[in-house]
């Protein structure tokens, strides 16, 4: 029985060689090399992807734009700004509001889209008090932050502030 095991398993093993090898033969052969005829996208079709750093820095200067045109001049706090004042404890009315970036934010783009923050404005708001009398208040913040999705479509970038 020792001698019709060993050749039974020596018959197996060389069964598995053999379909082994045919398996690869066959995976070799039905892998074609491209010929001259496929269709190669040209380098020309589509944009070159932007750097990471390129992606950052664009999203900063709309971001920088942006904010630029978050602190004109108001009579209210601008929506989409990530801009908050204190003001509703000292002031009935506004009648209008100052701005001064001293830093604007800083954009890191994260998986979720971005966040900025390091910002520095200052803000004076004009109105009446609640005692009824003309008021004016300056507020400063060192933690002006802005959060956000940051969308890339080829060679352009887009900001979308929260």
């Given at each position: 029985m020792n001698r019709r095991l060993g050749w039974s398993i020596a018959v197996t093993a060389a069964i598995l060689v053999v379909l082994a090898v045919a398996t690869w033969l066959w995976l070799s052969a039905s892998a074609t090399a491209p010929t001259e005829t496929d269709p190669?996208?040209?380098a020309t079709q589509s944009p070159t992807p932007l750097a990471t750093t390129e992606v950052r820095d664009r999203a900063q200067q709309q971001l920088d734009e942006h904010l630029e045109d978050c602190t004109?001049?108001?009579d209210?706090?601008?929506e989409g700004c990530g801009i908050r004042i204190p003001w509703g404890t000292e002031f009935a009315a506004?009648?209008?509001?100052?701005?001064?970036?001293?830093r604007l934010p800083v954009l890191e783009?994260?998986?979720?889209?971005?966040?900025?923050?390091?910002?520095?404005?200052?803000?004076?708001?004009?109105?009446?008090?609640q005692d009824g009398a003309a008021r004016?208040?300056?507020?400063?913040?060192?933690?002006?932050?802005?959060?956000?999705d940051v969308t890339v479509d080829?060679?352009?970038?887009?900001?979308d502030v929260w």
């Open positions: 190669r996208p040209d004109v001049d108001a209210a706090v601008p506004v009648d209008g509001i100052r701005f001064r970036i001293d783009i994260t998986d979720d889209g971005f966040v900025a923050d390091g910002g520095i404005l200052i803000a004076t708001v004009s109105g009446t008090g004016t208040e300056t507020y400063r913040t060192e933690s002006w932050s802005l959060r956000g080829g060679t352009e970038v887009d900001v």
